[in-house]
């Protein structure tokens, strides 16, 4: 009652004091970074001493990974990725992807399974989870998106030298990677845009501001329109 598990723990042999095995007799788990199997080896951490492989297991009989992920980064040592094998292996898509803006703030997170074709450049597919978000210089929040499925939105925006209405869904079923918007502050990926070309739009503009007016048809067959789709 109230005590803890008998714990066994073992540090790092490059004199870092870095604690890389950690064993719990009960319930018989035990953390592992050395998780290739080579005593002194630590290849679950990669040269700069971050984590890239954390492999928790149950030496129990039968033995079993319990938790497994593994981590990549980029040059600033933000963590771009996290891929969850334990997950995988239960039919869960876990994997996450992470983007940074130019002042390695987060701005975006995707989660589904990782596809690894470019290893440069892994994507998200089965996306089942994103969030994006506009962040000033100062880290505060100018905008936040937590667009699901069937969320659907309505904007007019520049396109081609004059004023369009366009219709986008950031998140569609079965679209693994979607169109890339870029700005100076950050890029954002939409998975479905269609332009209403048949909307009419009329811009009328003063001293300091401007007023749009617009008629936009209310047809059940808009997506039939003109889309673009990656």
């Not at 870095?18 to 998780?35: A, S, Y």
């Not at 990926?189 to 009328?204: F, L, P």
Request: net charge negative.
């Amino acid at each position: 009652m109230g005590r803890l598990p008998v714990l066994d723990t073992g540090v790092d042999g490059t004199g870092s004091g870095r604690v890389v095995e950690e064993d719990f007799q009960q319930p018989d788990v035990r953390l592992d970074l050395t998780p290739g199997g080579t005593a002194g080896d630590y290849d679950g951490l990669d040269r700069f001493g971050r984590v890239k492989d954390l492999l928790w297991y149950d030496h129990g009989t039968p033995s079993a990974d319990v938790v497994r992920i593994k981590h990549g980064y980029d040059y600033a040592s933000n963590r771009t990725w996290r891929e969850d094998s334990v997950a995988a292996a239960n039919s869960k898509d876990l994997d996450e992807l992470y983007t940074y803006d130019g002042l390695q703030q987060l701005t975006a997170i995707e989660r589904g399974n990782l596809d690894f074709s470019n290893p440069a450049d892994p994507v998200i597919q089965s996306k089942t989870f994103a969030r994006q978000w506009g962040l000033e210089p100062l880290g505060n929040w100018a905008d936040f998106d937590q667009a699901g499925p069937g969320d659907i939105r309505l904007a007019f925006a520049m396109f081609e030298g004059k004023p369009t209405c366009i219709l986008y869904d950031y998140h569609v079923q079965g679209v693994d990677q979607g169109l890339a918007f870029s700005s100076p502050v950050r890029t954002l990926r939409i998975d479905r845009v269609v332009v209403i070309a048949e909307a009419k739009i009329a811009v009328t503009r003063s001293a300091g501001s401007y007023c749009l007016e617009a008629a936009v048809p209310l047809e059940p067959n808009l997506w039939g329109m003109f889309v673009f789709e990656r």
